[in-house]
């Protein structure tokens, strides 16, 4: 059964450095990974897709990187500001399967 | 992001009562899914859809049943609500045939005293 775990749970880190967030599954027979963040009572939004076949995406500051055979990927902050704040979650989906199976979300704080 | 809206945003309901809860959306995805998410146990699928009529069991399915009679709409029911059900309910969509973004609609926070 594939699982997928973030950590840590929980990072504070001052306003302009660069950041990484891990994210491990435990299958590396995935379809593709999804890269999401969820502000406090709100949805999730979308921030980045890699497919399988693919090594990274890039989406402005953020930058995702994936590497199957390790079953992890990393999502690069850069320069990052108070607005980065927010949790973010990652999910992947296997092949055949209709379901995504998301981690428990890393909660964010970039100190002013 | 997507065209996604669910109604109500916010619900206060007894115990014993059902309870629907609908998700729109305007994208003409295939799939629709809906999730809960509880502090401590992350989002959890309850059930989803892969086309007009065509539902399946998530992880949490008990206590919940859908309907889904338009591509558009896909309805959550909990048939007799219990205070194990509060919770915040999200549903998501993505179109599929190689395209598989899913995106997510605002939520819906559901009490049951």
């Known amino acids: 059964k594939q699982e997928v775990t973030q950590i840590p749970a929980a990072l504070s880190v001052p306003e302009g450095e660069n950041l990484v967030l891990n994210c491990s599954f435990t299958?590396?027979?995935?379809?593709?990974l999804q890269w999401f963040r969820q502000d406090p009572g709100k949805g999730l939004t979308s921030l980045l897709l890699?497919?399988?076949?693919?090594r990274e995406q890039t989406s402005g500051r953020l930058n995702a990187s994936l590497d199957k055979s390790s079953g992890r990927s990393t999502l690069y902050i850069a320069a990052s500001q108070p607005g980065d704040s927010a949790t973010y979650l990652c999910?992947?989906?296997?092949?055949?399967?209709?379901?995504?199976?998301f981690g428990k979300g890393t909660r964010l704080h970039i100190l002013p | 992001d997507a065209g996604i809206t669910q109604s109500p945003r916010h619900k206060v309901t007894e115990t014993g009562t059902p309870v629907t809860l609908r998700c729109h959306q305007t994208?003409?995805?295939?799939?629709m899914y809906w999730y809960r998410q509880d502090p401590g146990h992350g989002l959890r699928l309850i059930h989803y859809?892969?086309?007009?009529?065509?539902?399946d069991k998530g992880e949490v399915s008990d206590g919940y049943s859908v309907s889904r009679s338009k591509t558009e709409d896909f309805l959550l029911t909990l048939e007799s609500a219990t205070s194990s059900q509060t919770s915040v309910y999200f549903c998501?969509?993505?179109f599929g045939a190689g395209r598989n973004e899913q995106f997510f609609g605002p939520g819906t926070r559901l009490t049951v005293l």
């Open positions: 299958d590396s027979a995935i379809y593709n």
């Open positions: 998501a969509s993505r």
């Open positions: 890699i497919q399988s076949s693919q």
């Open positions: 994208e003409n995805h295939r799939y």
């Open positions: 999910a992947v989906s296997e092949q055949g399967d209709d379901k995504i199976i």
């Open positions: 859809s892969y086309g007009v009529k065509d539902t």
